[in-house]
Nanobody
Framework: QVQLVESGGGLAQPGGSLRLTCAAS????????MGWYRQTPGKERELAAVITGSLQTGYGDDAKGRFTISRDNARNTVVLQLNNLKPEDTGVYYCNARHSLFTDLDFWGQGTQVTVSS
């Protein structure tokens, strides 16, 4: 079992930045692919970014060039830095942990709200 707690959401102006943090607890976290997904109004949940235990990263199309994912394996935290925010980035951002081999081991946090508005 993996527990995930997100923090860092809030209100930002267009062009601004936010930093989201996911604190993970559980066993063998190095074997989990950690990711951030988001659900924006009227759309299905979509990938923002993922990072492996060996720090390989991948990004959704909307995130490329604006969002950066990082991971601290010693502290079991994953950070999503959101830059150059747009109103359409508004939504709930969820932390995810999925085992790299046993993909049924798939855990989600409760989500954190990001609102981009002037």
């Amino acid at each position: 079992q993996v527990q995930l707690v997100e923090s860092g959401g809030g209100l930002a102006q267009p062009g601004g930045s936010l930093r989201l943090t996911c604190a993970a607890s559980g066993k063998n976290l190095m074997f989990y692919i950690m990711g951030w997904y988001r659900q924006t109004p009227g759309k299905e949940r979509e990938l923002a970014a993922v990072i492996t235990g060996s720090l390989q990263t991948g990004y959704g199309d909307d995130a490329k060039g604006r969002f950066t994912i990082s991971r601290d394996n010693a502290r079991n935290t994953v950070v999503l830095q959101l830059n150059n925010l747009k109103p359409e980035d508004t939504g709930v951002y969820y932390c995810n942990a999925r085992h790299s081999l046993f993909t049924d081991l798939d855990f989600w946090g409760q989500g954190t709200q990001v609102t981009v508005s002037s």
